[in-house]
């Protein structure tokens, strides 16, 4: 670990338009249940490229602004998951993070990016470390936001599995019910209303079989926790004050088994500081890609 630091200010959001659509590719490489995919993807700026990929249950207008803000200065592609926004729907019951994992590095080959700067948030960091274990030649820094290493506990198992069957059993209307009861755990409480309304948008826009795949797949990852200890690119671990997911001590922790790791606690957030706090998290972000040149 090299520096922690906590931050405050203003809540923005921005919209993102311009999404592309991409035609599927095979990855024969191992560690997935079915063919890699790129899909639906935001595209925007020029330079390094710095790939930001999304949580559950929402798509890459999270990323707004970052897309925003970053692609003065990079190439920022943010893509929908298979399952989530206009991405392809999944191809089996459950969908593995390595399943992503393929078709994040799928997308990246389809559009020549050899290394690239990885963020995932929440499930989104768990695709990143996902990355890291596959293909970790092709990654050259990451940020890991409101997230955490660990493996799923049996009673974690069981409740993704049995929130995958609720979805498939009430399709939409059970992800609105599902969007209602979170939302304010996704956000804080005290979240501007327009951010709440992003958020909600967003969720209940999702795909139920693509919610319930993701879900059964995330119940079997692996334990992060040893990958992190050897992992030597730089790293941007950033968390919610408020977060109650993936709790403060959560990111405190992955910033002590990281070699080289900056800690950024978003005062004022919950588990979406991006969204809650863009411009603190922008700057946090800002600080990390300019030390690491």
Same mark, same amino acid.
């Given at each position: 670990?090299?520096?922690?630091?906590?931050?405050?200010? !203003?809540?923005?959001?921005?919209?993102?338009?311009?999404?592309?659509?991409? $035609?599927?590719?095979?990855?024969?490489?191992?560690?997935?249940?079915?063919?890699?995919?790129?899909?639906?993807?935001?595209?925007?700026?020029?330079? &390094?490229?710095?790939?930001?990929?999304?949580?559950?249950? %929402? $798509?890459?207008?999270?990323?707004?602004?970052?897309?925003?803000?970053?692609?003065?200065?990079? #190439?920022?592609?943010?893509?929908?998951?298979?399952?989530?926004?206009?991405?392809?729907?999944?191809?089996?019951? #459950?969908?593995?993070?390595?399943? %992503?994992?393929? $078709?994040? !590095?799928?997308?990246?080959?389809?559009?020549?990016?050899?290394? %690239?700067?990885?963020?995932?948030?929440?499930?989104?960091?768990?695709?990143?470390?996902?990355?890291?274990?596959?293909?970790?030649? #092709?990654?050259?820094?990451?940020?890991?936001?409101?997230?955490?290493?660990?493996?799923?506990?049996?009673?974690?198992?069981?409740?993704?599995?049995?929130?995958?069957?609720?979805?498939?059993?009430?399709?939409?209307?059970?992800?609105?019910?599902?969007?209602?009861?979170?939302?304010?755990?996704?956000?804080?409480?005290?979240?501007?209303?327009?951010?709440?309304?992003?958020?909600?948008?967003?969720?209940?826009?999702?795909?139920?079989?693509?919610?319930?795949?993701?879900?059964?797949?995330?119940?079997?990852?692996?334990?992060?926790? &040893?990958?992190?200890?050897?992992?030597?690119?730089?790293?941007?671990?950033?968390?919610?004050?408020?977060?109650?997911?993936?709790?403060?001590?959560?990111?405190?922790?992955?910033?002590?088994?990281?070699?080289?790791?900056?800690?950024?606690?978003?005062?004022?957030?919950?588990?979406?500081?991006?969204?809650?706090?863009?411009?603190?998290?922008?700057?946090?972000? #800002?600080? %990390?890609?300019?030390?690491?040149?």
């Amino acid at each position: 670990m090299t520096s922690e630091a906590s931050v405050t200010g !203003v809540t923005s959001a921005v919209p993102v338009t311009g999404a592309n659509s991409a $035609d599927t590719s095979a990855d024969t490489s191992t560690g997935a249940s079915t063919e890699a995919s790129t899909g639906a993807y935001a595209d925007r700026g020029s330079g &390094e490229v710095l790939l930001l990929v999304h949580g559950h249950p %929402f $798509d890459h207008t999270m990323w707004a602004p970052q897309l925003e803000e970053f692609a003065a200065t990079h #190439r920022v592609v943010a893509p929908d998951l298979r399952g989530y926004g206009n991405g392809p729907a999944p191809v089996a019951d #459950r969908t593995l993070l390595g399943d %992503f994992a393929h $078709d994040v !590095v799928a997308l990246a080959d389809r559009l020549g990016a050899e290394r %690239f700067v990885l963020g995932g948030l929440s499930m989104g960091g768990q695709i990143v470390m996902e990355v890291l274990r596959l293909f970790p030649e #092709r990654v050259r820094a990451v940020v890991l936001a409101d997230t955490f290493p660990a493996a799923e506990t049996a009673g974690g198992r069981a409740l993704r599995n049995s929130l995958a069957d609720r979805f498939l059993a009430e399709g939409p209307a059970g992800v609105r019910a599902y969007a209602d009861e979170v939302l304010e755990k996704m956000v804080a409480p005290y979240a501007p209303a327009e951010v709440k309304a992003r958020v909600h948008r967003m969720m209940t826009g999702t795909s139920p079989a693509g919610a319930a795949a993701a879900l059964r797949g995330r119940a079997e990852r692996p334990d992060y926790r &040893e990958l992190l200890a050897r992992t030597t690119v730089p790293a941007l671990v950033v968390v919610g004050r408020d977060d109650a997911y993936t709790p403060v001590a959560d990111a405190e922790a992955m910033h002590a088994a990281l070699a080289d790791s900056t800690l950024v606690v978003v005062e004022g957030a919950a588990h979406m500081p991006n969204l809650e706090r863009p411009a603190e998290f922008n700057a946090a972000l #800002r600080a %990390f890609l300019d030390r690491i040149g």
